[in-house]
């Protein structure tokens, strides 16, 4: 498949970007609605952040976290070279 | 099953590299409903936030301070429910109109549709027609060329600042937001969002365009699984367009052996996805209706009967029977009208006040100096109400005992929590069991509608 004949192409890499973006602001949506920012960052004492701050730090935490296992799933899906021998 | 032939995804040109396509100019009846929608649509997106409601901002998601305003009522983060339950219904919505009728979301309502259709409207009035468009982008740069790109993409990019604006003026109110933007002092996340989603729109609507619905949109993808021989597609009647062939008005098709289609290719330039509707029902159609509007107009024109390309089903094209009120649309219906009016109903007689109750976790219960047992506790009460309340606080037991407050009336402004200790003191020989039910009363002073309750339990040693 020409996925794999190009690791950085664009199609690939929105494959990992665009399904992450989604689930991350779901994510975000859910846990900010359990959990205030601003608690958080009381407790971890990181300093002053608005909640809005919050929220969007938030965000990106959970869309690198979706991000990282969007990628991995993209690697594991080429084939094992043992496998191909 | 018969399921619709979905071509699989063309290897070619993946985001990157592919073909522009330049949706020709179309007029007609489908047409004329998607200009209402997008203009309704988008009218609501740009004017909602303008809209006051009793001195407030009547659609406010104002996430820095947690609260949801929509016109009079208030949602809270432990409202989250309803916005669950909102959630299920437009899901069951989505369900229920795909089965029913196909892709009317992405023709007509779908927001990617309708942004792009303004994009498309003003690149048509800065560059000129479908032609003028394709000769424009294959001629050198010249100063002429260069003017209507500049200017084409100044009014694009000014558009989505518009739209980046508006969106985050549902988030933060937007007297103040217009205000710190002018006076240079809106914060940076603020701005983050503005250019993001600015730039999100000039992204979706001018560049890419039918590639979102084709590749990124994960309703796209799965809408097949949804469809069945009954629901509404749009489809090129082969049997009648067949052979298709140029020929001069007036002559008998017949005598020609051709088919209705006159194979102007009329249909596959007005199609925003750039297909050919007459190579069959294709997983890139997004249902819009554009081939069908043209195409009528050239068989008026041919003096031909029209619905050459129509909104069909299988079935009809296979000369079965439509059937409407099949199970998973009667079904998809039922439950539509239960959730909405079950959401409407607690909506209506939701009351918007909340009292919580923890028991103090220090310890389980205390003696005093004088021998009687004390719990302590943490009355929460959270008004929801639009106006600040003076509640009275209440509390019953099946024991005898004596609730002590501080102060029996409480006041709490409007959209705020206050915290309240109450104690509870008993004779442990009226104390019957170790743990007691205990419920807390609290109303309003101004409105006896609004009260509620809230259990606790009492503790105490094991009785003699
Ligand atoms: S618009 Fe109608 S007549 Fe023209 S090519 Fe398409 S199907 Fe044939
Ligand atoms: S084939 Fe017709 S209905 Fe489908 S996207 Fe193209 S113009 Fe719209």
């Known amino acids: 498949m020409s996925i794999n004949k190009f690791p950085f192409s664009a199609q690939r890499i929105i494959s990992i970007l665009w399904p992450s973006f989604l689930t991350a602001g779901l994510a975000t949506i859910l846990f900010f609605t359990a959990f205030d920012p601003q608690l958080i960052v009381a407790v971890s004492g990181f300093g002053e952040v608005s909640r809005l701050g919050g929220y969007s730090i938030g965000f990106f935490l959970f869309w690198l976290l979706t991000a990282s296992s969007c990628s991995l799933t993209c690697f594991f899906q080429r084939p094992c070279p043992n496998a191909t021998e | ?464």
Not at chain 2, 125 to 135: D, F, Y
Not at chain 2, 430 to 456: G, R, W, Y
């Open chain 2, 1 to 464: 099953m018969d399921k619709p032939v979905l071509q699989d995804d063309q290897d070619s040109g993946f985001y990157a590299k592919h073909k522009k396509v330049y949706p020709r100019e179309v007029h007609g009846l489908f047409a004329s409903l998607r200009v209402i929608g997008v203009t309704v649509l988008l009218g609501f997106y740009y004017f909602v936030p303008w809209m006051y409601w009793n001195g407030k901002q009547a659609v406010l998601f104002d996430l820095p301070n947690r609260r949801f305003y929509i016109f009079d009522w208030t949602f809270w983060p432990q409202d989250f429910f309803y916005l669950a339950i909102l959630l299920i219904i437009a899901a069951v919505a989505l369900f229920f109109f795909t089965a029913l009728a196909g892709r009317v979301w992405c023709g007509y309502a779908c927001p990617q549709t309708a942004w792009t259709e303004v994009f498309l409207w003003i690149e048509r009035k800065v560059e000129g027609s479908r032609n003028k468009q394709i000769k424009l982008d294959k001629a050198p740069l010249t100063r002429y060329k260069l003017s209507r790109k500049v200017l084409k993409h100044f009014i694009w990019i000014s558009f989505s600042a518009w739209t980046g604006f508006t969106f985050v003026a549902y988030f933060t109110p937007v007297d103040q937001l217009a205000s710190s933007i002018w006076n240079l002092t809106l914060g940076p996340w603020e701005w983050f969002w503005i250019v993001f989603y600015s730039f999100a729109t000039y992204g979706n609507a001018g560049w890419m365009r039918e590639q979102v619905c084709i590749y990124m949109c994960p309703y796209a993808r799965f809408q097949s699984a949804m469809f069945d021989n009954n629901t509404l597609v749009i489809s090129y009647d082969s049997v009648r367009g067949e052979p298709r062939g140029s020929r001069k008005k007036g002559i008998d098709p017949k005598s020609k052996n051709l088919g209705a289609c006159v194979d102007c290719t009329l249909c596959v330039q007005v199609c925003p996805t750039g297909i050919d509707i007459r190579q069959g029902l294709q997983y890139q159609c997004i249902g819009c209706a554009a081939c069908v509007d043209v195409c009528n107009e050239v068989m008026d024109k041919m003096g031909y009967s029209k619905n050459l390309v129509k909104y069909t089903t299988l079935n009809a094209l296979d000369n079965i029977k439509t059937n409407v009120f099949r199970p998973r649309v009667v079904v998809y219906f039922v439950l539509l009208i239960a959730l909405t009016s079950g959401l409407l109903y607690s909506m209506a007689t939701r009351i918007p006040l909340e009292l919580d109750v923890v028991r103090d976790r220090n310890a389980l219960y205390r003696t005093t100096p004088l021998g009687y047992i004390e719990n302590i506790y943490t009355l929460k009460i959270a008004n929801k109400d639009l106006q600040d309340h003076t509640y009275v606080i209440t509390m019953t037991a099946p024991f005898k005992s004596t609730f002590i407050l501080r102060d029996k009336q409480v006041k709490v402004s409007a959209n705020l929590t206050t915290n309240v200790s109450a104690r509870i003191q008993a004779d442990p020989v009226d104390i019957k069991a170790m743990s007691e039910k205990i419920e807390f009363q609290i109303v309003s002073i101004n409105n006896p509608e609004l009260n509620t309750t809230a259990k606790a339990v009492f503790l105490g040693p094991k009785p003699k």
